[in-house]
Structures are given as structure tokens and as C-alpha cells.
């Protein structure tokens, strides 16, 4: 056997001179279980990609010495390979993780071989390449390898994609590639062919994931198990069912047994998984599309995400201790309400044949999750908290004189409480859950919590941002190149006439498009002007489309480390000026706002909300609409953002200001009366900035008179609230309204002394900067601390 050596590697610690001070990768694999695990070779010089299988290690005295994994090296065999390669423990690790990143990325269905990707060709016998077949394909397999293959053993196993292949390269009416033109004829045809292809062996063959070869059925898993020499599938298997018995998952009523009437039968199957750490998972699933719909609605709510900000805040203004927790398993915690049953498989092992009625709400029936989410609320009510009417997965209970929460999605918890210890505790002990994940909080729903150098608590999406940055690294081959702003200022992606995207340049930006998007639901709305726009084009998006997309990544990764920090203190307005009018005699009358009646007595330190709002007129050049944006804070801590398109086409900046105005009142109330609902004090009035001083005046003053019929809406709406000192609307200067962030496409100068309070900076920000004034050529992170 002769073995060659690689040539030196950047992750290879024996061939660089190794800087102490440099975080190095973090293990997460042991050695000896990289024995037997394959990963995908870069590609050689003719585009083929062959896949490696780790052999044994390489232990010599420097190794023993330094007792470092990343020292370790290994033996690689690639097959039909006469040579063995040589990897650093460092290097297998980075193709592990690639083949994984490009599973993730890979929306495909999974069948025999991808697709087509070249072809060499005519040849001849002389030539090198030749393989029996006048024309060679490169294929790309499922396992990700890609080799040459002559056409004609491929065009026997698959004729359709090589018809394909041949009329999308105009190959139809040349020699080797004739034999194709029957199938290729018609075009629905052929597409009907292909899909077929593609549904006959959909989720047949091989899948991998970290390098390990993942099973579809009980059968494969036991043939890898038996292949590998061990019996890593089969013990995951135990390890499921011995849960499913735990929790007394189903009534066994034997061999043959007969279910009772009105009982369905229907098939669970297992699925599985690898963890980054070699973990080999299996769950079993029903296959709840086999029952008949449920008359009655089967709906699970969660949650909300401003809802988890509130909480957040709450906690820190009333000292309270934020806690996070999982519930393992948690649906096997609920009965179920179907009535099916199922007849054991092989994976059952002494139970396979018997007649299993399913007890528990077992993953994938159509109720699970509600039975699960009734069965939660019940404990949570004997544990004395409520619901509450704004948001219906927020429970608290008076502890004190204060309130405690929890907030529920699905089965991760929020806790915000006194002693929150001592809530999971009980959860644990008297309702026996198993929780995971238990104490303070640092990472809730892809967020990061977090405290800076002041002790203030900041939250953002910053590992989450690092995971799409290395998505984007995977998909494009190299690191975005970074900005300044998301887009550039005035940009109009509406009129860009650059040429449409294919299919795979389309899927990649739908990946792209939604991972910004759920950015922006974490913490990010300094891109949530840019986002909203470019998601108009995700079912046919253009090159320079793509391109506004790169921008925005590398806008993230130059601006990575921002964060919402939670600021207590009010603000002061003592400043502002009086807008105590008379309104009793406009048409109005003594109006007053209508709280709630039923809403719990307020506890705690009160609230003051500040809302800024600010519009772009004519936003949209195809359509003459413009944008809304609006910022809401609690004291000055930023609750909310929104960012829209008017639904309206507005001629004249007053109207889509006041459009704007409007959206932004039907905003406050909807926030004031959560607050209500969560048992806050809320200052006697909230406070309304815009930038436009001719709206803010007609709004503000009883005896102003309405020009435009068509604004009459929107302009009585916030009057009407002004009148019942709901609301206070007052001008600020266009240079300091944050929401100028979410109302359009702005450049850095612009925007940065807005952007650095909101986002960057830890200490307080009336030292800040002022208006204008730029970071003076430094980096974002000289200029946030």
C-alpha cells in the first residue's frame, strides 16, 4: 500500500507556526469515533469528486507528547484509488461540517444521481478518457461525489435525464445523443417522465450527514450497524422505544390482538438522525396524514416574539430572574384524543406484530400538539397562573406584589420570576417533566442573551448570523464582502432589468431571502426596509437581485456583533411642549379611552411607550407606493418594529405621512392594551414622534381643518386619540427620527448616530454623538464600544 503525503495545510498545526492567542476549533468529536466515517474530497482538476473513508489514526511520539486531538492525522482510503491520503483531525472535521452545510442548503429531492452536470466528448479509443462510450457524463450522485461515467451506461440506467440533459445543451441532433430525441419530443411529456423519475426513488438512497451514512428504515439501520461493526443504529432504537415505554406510550393488546371499534389502523415509521457530536437519534413518527381530519380545530398556538421582548423587559425593570427551559419529550406528556393504533414493526423487537393502541400523543398525529399545549395549561393553572387575554401563551401569577411570568412555545420556556428555581422544581417534582437546558438565560428561539460591560442585558441573533454567514460562504465559495448599509441609498430594486436567475440561482436566493427574514425577527430591523423590498422578488428574482442580497450578508457580517439593549429608564420629556387643548367643542366632544375591564390590577414600576414613525413617499417606482416605518419603545427599550408598504398610493408626502400616523395610533393601542393584559402601569399617555411638522400640527390642533377627503380616515383616527390624551404627537427633526432605519434604503452617514444607541453602544446614550457626525473611518466595533 503506498500512502501519499498532502501537501501542508493552513489547518495543519505541524506545518504553520501555532499562535497561542488564536481560537482554535472546538472539538466536538472524539478521535476514535472518526473511524469509519466518510467525507467528500475537493474536487480534482477534471471536476470529479470522489469521497474518502477514514481508516485509522496515525499515533507517533510528537502525538503522544502534545495529547492534543487537533495533532492527531489519519489514514483516508478513496476507492478505485491504488493511493491512501493523509488528513489532519482539523481538516476531516472542516469536510464534515461542509458536506453538512451543503445538506442544509440542499433543497433537492433525494434520488439516485442529481443530475448531469457536464459531458466529454466525441471520443475515441486512443483517447484517455475513454470508457467504452463515445461521449462521457459528469454525474453528480446522491452521495455528493461526482465522477465521469460513459453516457451509455448511464443512459441505460436513466435515459430520462440524460434526454434532459441533451435538449437543455442542444446536443439532440448530434451523434451519441439522437437516441434521446423520442423522449424529448414533447415537452410535458418529458417533465411528466422526470418527475416520475425522481418520485420513484424519492428517499431511497444514500444520505449522509457528518460524514456517517443515515438509515431510511429499520432494515438499513441493522445493515449499517452489522456493515460498521457495532450497533449504534439499533441502540438509538432501543433507546426510542424504551421512552415510548416510559411514558406508556401505547395499550399492548397482543399478537392478533383485535383494536376496538371505532379505532383506525395506520403505520409509524422511525427517522433518523446524526448530532454534530457522532450522537446517532431515532424517533418514531405516526403517520398522521393517514386519519381523517378532525371536526374540531386542532389549532396550537405560540408564543410571539414581541411577546418574549416584553417579558424580557419586564423582567429586568422589576428584578426578576430570567430563567430558560426545555420539556423533553414533551408530547408524550399529553394523552391523545385519536383513536389509532398501529401493529408493531421489527424495530419494536419483542413487541413486533402486536396490536399497539396509541395512548399518548405520539409525534406526527394531527393533535398532538394541542393535546400536548392543554395538557401544559392544566399544570400551569394548578402552579396559580392565569393566561393572559393579549397573549394566551404569556401566564403569570401575582407573587408578592408582583408578577411572574411564563412564555410558552411549543415546549421551550421563558421563565421571568422571582425564584425560578424554584417553578422548575415543582414542574420536575410534583408534574414530573424532564427539563433540559435549565437556568439563567443565554440563548432562547436563536437569540443570544447576554450582558455587557455595564451589566445592561442585550439579546440578538449573533450566532445565528454567523451560521447564514458560513451558509453563504458554502454556497458561494468565498466570505461576502462587507458594507456599510443593506442597500444603497435611493437604491430602486423594483426597475432593475439584469437577466433572471435559473433554477438553482432562484432557490438560493429563496434560502437567502428567508433566512434575512427570520434576522429580522431576532433583533435585525436595520435590514427590515431591505428585506421587505427584496422579498417582492422571490418568485423571479434577477442577478442584480442576487447581488442586493450579497450586499445585505456582508452588511451583516460587518455588522455582526449589534444587539437591542434593555434600557430602564424613562425618558425625559419634560421638554416638550404643552399640548393641553380643549377639544370639547370639536367634533369629538369629550372622548376618553376605553381600557379594559377585565384586565388584572397593575403591579410594578409603570411604562412609558414612545413611538417614532416616519414614511418615504414613493418608495416603490412601479407602483407609486410608499413606506411606512415605525420604531415602538418601552421607556427606552425598543419593543417593536414595522416596516411596510402603504397600501394606498399617496401624491403628496402629507398623505403617506399621515397614512403612516395612522398605522402607527392602531399600533399603540394594540401595545397599551397588552401591557394592560400583563398587569403594567402604563403613563397616563403615550408619546408619537414624526419628522413631517405640517402633519404633526393638523394632528395636534383642535381647530386644523382637513384638505384631502381621501386622508379622512387616518387623519380622524389619530386626532380622535390625541382628543382622549391617549396620545401626544410631536415633531422631531428628520436627522434624529430612528425611524428613517425602517422606512428606507439610507447610507451609513446617514444613519450610524441613529443606529449606534439602538444597536451598539453600552453605556448611555445621551453621550452619544451627534447628529451626523460619522465613525470617522474606524470599524464598527471601535465605534460601538
Not at 425593570?317 to 408493531?344: F, H, M, P, R, S
Not at 402607527?664 to 401595545?671: E, K, P, R
Request: glycine fraction near 8%.
Amino acid at each position: 500500500m503506498y500512502i501519499r503525503s498532502r501537501a501542508p495545510s493552513v489547518l495543519d498545526p505541524d506545518s504553520v507556526d501555532v499562535d497561542p492567542n488564536v481560537k482554535r476549533r472546538m472539538v466536538t468529536i472524539d478521535p476514535k469515533d472518526l473511524i469509519g466515517r466518510t467525507f467528500l474530497k475537493d474536487a480534482e482538476e477534471d471536476g470529479q469528486r470522489f469521497r474518502a473513508r477514514v481508516v485509522r489514526a496515525i499515533v507517533d511520539r510528537e502525538t503522544e507528547r502534545k495529547k492534543g486531538h487537533e495533532y492527531m492525522k489519519f489514514i483516508c482510503e478513496v476507492p478505485d484509488s491504488m493511493v491512501d491520503e493523509i488528513f489532519t483531525y482539523n481538516e476531516i472535521l472542516d469536510h464534515i461540517e461542509r458536506d453538512n452545510n451543503d445538506l442544509e442548503n440542499d433543497t433537492e429531492q433525494l434520488y439516485k444521481f442529481r443530475h448531469i452536470a457536464a459531458h466529454q466528448g466525441p471520443l475515441c479509443t486512443s483517447d484517455k478518457d475513454w470508457k467504452g462510450s463515445k461521449y462521457n457524463v459528469l454525474v453528480e450522485w446522491e452521495t455528493g461525489e461526482t465522477t465521469y461515467e460513459p453516457l451509455n451506461a448511464i443512459a441505460a440506467d436513466d435515459p430520462v435525464t440524460c434526454a434532459e440533459y441533451a435538449k437543455k445543451n442542444n446536443l439532440l441532433n448530434t451523434d451519441g445523443w439522437k437516441q434521446f430525441r423520442r423522449i424529448a419530443k414533447s415537452e410535458k411529456k418529458l417533465q411528466r417522465m422526470i418527475n416520475q423519475a425522481k418520485l420513484k426513488s424519492y428517499r431511497r438512497d444514500p444520505f449522509w450527514k457528518f460524514g456517517v451514512l443515515v438509515p431510511r428504515n429499520h432494515a438499513q439501520a441493522v445493515e449499517l450497524d452489522k456493515a460498521n461493526g457495532n450497533t449504534k443504529w439499533q441502540d438509538a432504537e432501543a433507546t426510542e422505544k424504551s421512552q415510548l415505554m416510559e411514558y406508556n406510550t401505547f395499550i399492548d393488546r397482543g399478537i392478533g390482538g383485535i383494536a376496538p371499534n371505532g379505532y383506525k389502523k395506520i403505520r409509524c415509521h422511525m427517522i433518523y438522525d446524526v448530532k454534530h457530536d457522532g450522537r446517532h437519534k431515532a424517533r418514531l413518527v405516526a403517520g398522521g396524514h393517514l386519519t381523517d381530519p378532525n371536526t374540531e380545530s386542532v389549532y396550537s398556538g405560540v408564543v410571539s416574539l414581541r411577546g418574549i421582548r416584553l417579558i424580557v423587559f419586564l423582567a429586568e425593570l422589576n428584578a426578576l430572574e430570567l430563567w430558560g427551559a426545555d420539556v423533553g419529550n414533551a408530547y408524550l406528556e399529553a394523552l391523545t384524543k385519536e383513536k389509532v393504533y398501529i401493529i408493531g414493526g421489527p424495530e419494536f423487537g419483542d413487541l413486533a406484530g402486536h396490536t399497539l393502541l396509541i395512548f399518548k400523543a405520539l409525534y406526527g398525529l394531527r393533535s398532538s400538539g394541542l393535546c400536548w399545549h392543554q395538557r401544559f395549561a392544566d399544570v400551569l393553572r394548578s402552579m396559580g397562573f392565569i393566561q393572559s387575554k393579549a397573549e394566551t401563551d404569556i401566564w403569570m401569577r401575582e407573587n408578592n406584589g408582583l408578577y411572574e411570568y411564563i412564555a410558552v412555545y411549543v415546549d421551550d420556556l421563558l421563565i421571568a420570576a422571582r425564584d425560578p428555581g424554584e417553578i422548575t422544581r415543582t414542574l420536575e417534582n410534583a408534574h414530573k417533566f424532564k427539563l433540559k437546558g435549565v437556568g439563567p438565560l443565554t440563548y432562547h428561539l436563536g437569540c443570544d442573551y447576554f450582558r455587557d460591560k455595564d451589566g445592561t442585558l442585550c439579546y440578538g441573533p449573533r450566532k445565528y448570523i454567523a451560521k447564514i454567514l458560513d451558509q453563504f460562504e458554502n454556497m458561494f465559495g468565498c466570505k461576502p464582502k462587507e458594507y456599510t448599509s443593506p442597500l444603497e441609498k435611493g437604491d430602486h430594486p423594483e426597475i432593475d432589468n439584469t437577466e433572471e436567475l435559473d433554477e438553482e440561482g432562484i432557490k438560493k436566493y429563496q434560502t437567502m431571502i428567508g433566512c434575512l427574514q427570520w434576522a429580522v425577527s431576532l433583533g435585525r430591523f436595520d435590514i427590515q426596509t431591505s428585506t421587505m423590498t427584496m422579498s417582492r422578488f422571490r418568485a423571479a428574482p434577477r442577478i442584480g437581485h442576487l447581488n442586493r442580497l450579497k450586499r445585505m450578508y456582508g452588511y451583516l457580517k460587518k455588522f455582526a456583533s449589534a444587539a437591542i439593549r434593555v434600557r430602564l429608564l424613562k425618558p425625559d420629556l419634560g421638554e416638550l411642549p404643552d399640548q393641553d387643548f380643549d377639544w370639547c367643542h370639536s367634533v369629538y366632544g369629550h372622548v376618553e379611552e376605553l381600557t379594559p375591564r377585565d384586565a388584572p390590577k397593575p403591579l410594578g414600576k409603570a411604562v412609558t411607550t414612545i413611538t417614532y414613525t416616519d414614511a418615504n413617499l414613493y418608495h416603490d417606482m412601479l407602483t407609486g407606493r410608499s413606506v411606512t416605518g415605525i420604531l415602538h419603545l418601552c421607556n427606552q427599550t425598543l419593543i417593536d418594529w414595522y416596516s411596510k408598504r402603504q397600501a394606498t398610493v399617496e401624491t403628496a408626502t402629507f398623505g403617506s405621512e399621515f397614512t403612516a400616523a395612522r398605522i402607527a395610533v392602531d399600533q399603540i393601542i394594540d401595545l397599551r392594551t397588552t401591557l394592560r393584559y400583563l398587569g403594567v402601569p402604563i403613563h397616563h399617555k403615550s408619546y408619537m414622534f414624526g419628522d413631517n411638522q405640517a402633519v404633526v400640527m393638523n394632528g395636534s390642533i383642535p381647530h386644523s381643518s382637513l384638505n384631502k377627503r381621501h386622508n379622512a380616515l387616518s387623519y380622524h383616527r389619530v386626532r380622535e386619540m390625541i382628543a382622549a390624551k391617549i396620545l401626544g404627537y410631536y415633531w422631531i427633526d428628520g436627522k434624529l427620527n430612528p425611524a428613517d432605519i425602517v422606512s428606507k434604503h439610507w447610507s451609513y452617514p446617514q444613519i450610524w448616530h441613529l443606529l449606534k444607541p439602538l444597536l451598539f453602544y453600552s453605556g448611555d446614550p445621551r453621550d452619544l454623538i451627534k447628529p451626523g457626525e460619522e465613525c470617522n473611518g474606524k470599524s464598527e466595533n471601535d465605534c460601538a464600544v
